[in-house]
C-alpha cells in the first residue's frame, strides 16, 4: 500500500548542496551517488516517518526513504528535528531538470504506507501549534526554525526531568 502527500516546491536555502557532498562521500561504497543539491518540498500536512523504518541511516540522525517523485524513484531524507511537513528529496538526477518542475508547482510524493510512523497524539498537536497555517516559513525564516528547535530541546530536556524525579 502506497501514501500520495502533495506539496509545493519551493526554493531551498543552500544548505543541500553540503549535505549531499557529505552524504555521498558516506555512500561510495553502496554505489550510490545523488544530483549535488536537494528538491524541498512542503506539505500542508505532516508525515511522520518511523525511523526503524529508514532504508538507511547516516551520521546517526539523517534517515532516508525510498519514494517516488511523479513516479521517478528518489529518496526523502529526514533528521530528528525535522518538521513533518518538509520533504528533502534526493536523486541521482537533477529532479527539476527531469521532470521539467518549477518552484510553486504541486507534486505527488508516493510513500510506502508502512514508513508511517506509528500515531502519536504528542507529535501532531506540537506541529499543529507551531506549523499548521505556518508551513512556509521554513525556508523562509531561520529564526522560526530554529526557535522551533530550541523549543523542542526543552520539551525533552522537560520531560526527562520529570522522568528522574519521578524514579
Avoid at 550510490?32 to 500536512?45: A, D, H, M, P, Y
Avoid at 506540537?126 to 522551533?148: A, M, P, Q, S
Wanted: overall charge positive.
Amino acid at each position: 500500500m502506497e501514501i500520495l502527500i502533495e506539496g509545493k516546491i519551493v526554493k531551498g536555502r543552500g544548505k543541500g548542496v553540503n549535505v549531499v557532498g557529505k552524504i555521498n562521500e558516506k555512500l561510495e561504497s553502496k554505489k550510490i551517488r545523488f544530483f549535488q543539491g536537494t528538491l524541498n518540498i512542503v506539505s500542508t500536512k505532516p508525515f511522520f516517518f518511523d525511523v526503524d523504518k529508514a532504508d538507511f541511516i547516516l551520521f546517526k540522525n539523517f534517515y532516508f526513504y525510498k519514494v517516488k517523485i511523479e513516479n521517478v524513484e528518489c529518496y526523502v531524507y529526514r533528521w530528528l528535528k525535522c518538521p513533518g511537513h518538509v520533504f528533502e528529496v534526493l536523486s541521482e538526477c537533477y529532479l527539476k531538470e527531469e521532470l521539467k518542475l518549477k518552484d510553486n508547482q504541486t507534486v505527488s510524493i508516493t510513500i510506502c504506507k508502512s514508513f508511517r510512523e506509528k500515531f502519536k497524539i504528542s507529535r501532531y498537536l506540537f506541529w499543529w501549534i507551531f506549523w499548521e497555517k505556518r508551513t512556509h516559513l521554513y525556508y523562509k525564516f531561520d529564526l522560526y526554525e530554529k526557535f522551533v528547535g530550541r523549543v523542542i530541546d526543552l520539551k525533552y530536556k522537560y520531560i526527562k526531568t520529570i522522568i528522574v524525579r519521578l524514579f
